[in-house]
DNA sequence: AATGAATGAGATTTCATTCAT
DNA sequence: TATGAATGAAATCTCATTCAT
């Protein structure tokens, strides 16, 4: 009757600690995974960057093809998220699209998907793989669904709302396209974004195939 | 190791036969590459693939990146090739470039160049970076002249030609890409390369960023 | 990782409840280490079947050397108080045998000695071997005792104990044999024990080597 | 036609050389895994023990268990003809199993069977197993069959012969026992095996259990 | 021109063990 | 009493590369 609080057994979760080493390692792993792509990523290299031992990795997560999903998956969702929030204010899809696209060519990451699947194909399993196009279908989606809206709204014209996310993804990455000399095309990212954009929209209205 | 190699019929040109296993190499080595990228393709697989052993691999190219190099460089200059024909015929550009669309979209090979070229970097010297980096602007440059040519007759309006031609690269990609249920997005490769090419037109000619 | 562990009904006594984790760490370590061997059983093996983590099988036993001495100990010990319980009953020496074989051929353990620690000796500091040859030695002597006093009693003739008792073992283990279609010889227990006692008598009682 | 006598391409295999470094180390192998048991033995122990590095194990095999089952095997047969030559003279069965014995008390492998398949279940394939139980089939069936024949030859009464089969090569391993001090139970192998192929015979030919 | 043998360096993964709580 | 975090050492296996023939 007198144990009114007890403490619960066992070294207590040292809550930021905890997840901060876990986080740690999927912070540095998703770094380099993006980085060299999966193969040429090893375990030590994730361990050494993260100042922590091999085996420390394996105690967070069971395998490198595990850890690879959950850092591409967790980056996917957060990508996802920024998409969504930009895409929900209440401003022209014109003007959306060039904010996101500015936001984008600012961002470390790219969203060159199959780019690091490349290679890691083999070493996931289906279930892995699984979650990976899962996480890539919700990030294409929150695109889509804004031309669905857009076309509803009569903002844009009908189209196949799949070809222009995709056409609008892959203008994307021309963003951050360098050229023999290594330097951008253009001076600035927000002139990048405009042209992209200009360039995205003229297709985009004009459509008779 | 299971060596089912049929000799051609008639007597063997001494000087082809010389380079038929060279050029067997590079083509199995080629096929390899593209579909699983530099770092996953082993030299026994290469080998293997080949119907010859490591150190026959060895007594042609003196190493991994060497024959990496070969082979991507010649691809690449196959693929100029082509590009000029098709460009330096007498048609208005946005005929020969949907020629050209519709025959990169029946091609096997794709023009991911940094696709491959991740994880192989770290593996190549300065030179062979060089030499595929030179073979890749090659490329490029087909494309470029074209649009560069298209404008001083007025076909088109000023635009930075470098930027229209990554453009139209990153297009052509979008063109391969497969929705969830692995479909295409259109049911016929001439209906996709038809609205490729009208978007990138209308993208083209509209141009005030 | 699953804790499964359904508290029994009642308070429970606090000291069992005590041994009781060790207790259940010690009956979970022996069947893996009688099903697998000693060197392919983990301590997070261990730790899993008895739904408590490997930190708290360390605080129980200082090694897993010491765990698996101490659980094969036990067991020795367990069977040779129920040999002796056996022996010692007042009847003849052929029946005493027969009851025995029956009730061996009945258990799920089996007494092949070497058979695990094969694979542990290395591991093990020479006083745990020590101390599990001692059980052994006590479970091999409450057999060798009977036929001593066999002897004494003049019920079989002079014969060395020890060659007696091994191959005595030796008989037993023939009982538990398995042919190629996972059959056992005889199709009861009640008839291979009568076998095996049958052939064993009779070489017991012709000796003249 | 100048060419009447063609070497064959390639460095020729140094026959006795080349099986002379496999067959080191199949032989270095086996004597490890029947000391220590599969999961103790590692590919670095055999490649030591066998003054190569551990690459050039797997040139020649191409894992552990590939390894270990090519070495089980092979003893296992040279085991089944030695046996097979022994049982096959033209003498009578109990010499001959008196000669039988005494080779194998003499000899330093053991027939320890599943004593070593014990840890190495789990790494073997289905096949690899089936080869191994092949093997052991063979060997046993080596015996069975003198058995056999014995009978049809009225030279010992109708015994389940499986039965038989197994209680002689029980009895065999308690040749090899050691008692606490380390010291054999009789003084020579020849008194051993007397007392052995008695008692099994006293067993063998009063049977009526 | 082509090969079989051999290797060193490094990859992924496992595991007994420690320690602060 | 029981635990979560962390680790060092070792195991299995891969692979680009060399070399004598």
């Given amino acids: 009757m007198n144990k009114e609080q007890r403490r619960p057994p066992g070294r207590p979760k040292v809550n930021e600690q905890n997840s901060s080493t876990r986080d740690l390692i999927l912070k540095t792993a998703l770094e380099l995974f993006l980085d060299r792509g999966f193969p040429l990523v090893s375990i030590d290299n994730i361990a050494q960057s993260s100042g922590v031992t091999k085996a420390t990795v394996y105690y967070y997560f069971s395998s490198k093809a595990e850890l690879f999903t959950e850092a591409i998956v967790r980056m996917m969702d957060r990508i996802t998220n920024r998409i969504q929030s930009i895409l929900s204010e209440d ?40 979650r990976i196009r899962l996480a890539e279908a919700r990030m294409y989606e929150a695109v889509e669904q804004a031309f669905i809206e857009a076309m509803d709204r009569k903002e844009i014209p009908k189209i196949n709302p799949e070809f222009a996310t995709q056409i609008y993804l892959a203008l994307l990455k021309v963003g951050n396209h360098r050229g023999k000399d290594h330097r951008p095309m253009f001076s600035s990212v927000e002139e990048t974004a405009r042209h992209i954009i200009c360039f995205f929209w003229n297709g985009l209205v004009n459509t008779e195939p």
Same sequence: chains 1, 2, 3, 4.
């Fill in 91 to 130: 401003l022209p899809l014109k003007t959306r699209l060039l904010k996101m696209t500015h936001a984008h060519l600012k961002a470390t990451y790219r969203i060159d998907l199959d780019h690091f699947m490349q290679g890691a194909g083999d070493s996931l399993s289906e279930q892995q793989i699984d």
